[in-house]
T-cell receptor, first 115, second 114 residues
Framework: AQSVTQLGSHVSVSEGALVLLRCNYSSSVPPYLFWYVQYPNQGLQLLLKYTSAATLVKGINGFEAEFKKSETSFHLTKPSAHMSDAAEYFCAVSESNFGNEKLTFGTGTRLTIIP | EAEVAQSPRYKITEKSQAVAFWCDPISGHATLYWYRQILGQGPELLVQFQDESVVDDSQLPKDRFSAERLKGVDSTLKIQPAELGDSAMYLC????????????FGEGSRLTVL
């Protein structure tokens, strides 16, 4: 069965500092991996996705993530945090069978930006 | 840009009452999902449809929850009777048949059971 583990339910960084949100996955087949962002009382918005192409994936709002098979990790980074980055971030894994996608989400990391 | 529509955005009900949520996926998306997100947790899949057929409802509490997608387009999720523990955000998502694994989410329906 597929699963993801997000290390750190809360992360605080200063504005302008590096953002690093950690995600480790478990999957019996080569996975597809995703990072979603959720603002208060809203749905989930896709930040970026890894689907077996380049291991370094660039997403929206300056975020990127690197797929490391040897470490079973897919950590999310951003070089310089902005106040608008404050939100909940979810890592998700899919053992995709096209037309039958099923995402399994982590428990989320709440990112707080300190002015 | 096409979006997944959900209603209502907010619902407050008393326990033992019935409640229903509606979802209209992005046009042409064959697969529709209902997720439940309890406060402070990640979304958990309740039910997955492909067209009008249920693909996975293994996590749906069938004694009180039901879901349908009669014409393979929009969908309704019903809870009867509602319990205090059902308070959560109910998220609908859709994906195309030959997609890349990405799900497109609606803004969700927040349920509070008193």
């Amino acid at each position: 069965a597929q699963s993801v583990t997000q290390l750190g339910s809360h992360v605080s960084v200063s504005e302008g500092a590096l953002v690093l949100l950690r995600c480790n996955y478990s999957s019996s087949v080569p996975p597809y991996l995703f990072w979603y962002v959720q603002y208060p009382n809203q749905g989930l918005q896709l930040l970026l996705k890894y689907t077996s192409a380049a291991t370094l994936v660039k997403g929206i709002n300056g975020f990127e993530a690197e797929f490391k098979k040897s470490e079973t990790s897919f950590h999310l980074t951003k070089p310089s945090a902005h106040m608008s980055d404050a939100a909940e971030y979810f890592c998700a894994v899919s053992e995709s069978n096209f037309g039958n996608e099923k995402l399994t989400f982590g428990t989320g990391t709440r990112l707080t930006i300190i002015p | 840009e096409a979006e997944v529509a959900q209603s209502p955005r907010y619902k407050i009900t008393e326990k033992s009452q019935a409640v229903a949520f509606w979802c209209d996926p992005i046009s042409g998306h064959a697969t529709l999902y209902w997720y439940r997100q309890i406060l402070g947790q990640g979304p958990e899949l309740l039910v997955q449809f492909q067209d009008e057929s249920v693909v996975d409802d293994s996590q749906l509490p069938k004694d009180r929850f039901s879901a349908e997608r009669l014409k393979g387009v929009d969908s309704t999720l019903k809870i009867q009777p509602a319990e205090l523990g059902d308070s959560a955000m109910y998220l609908c998502a859709s994906s195309p048949l030959a997609g890349t694994g990405e799900l497109f989410f609606g803004e969700g329906s927040r349920l509070t059971v008193l």
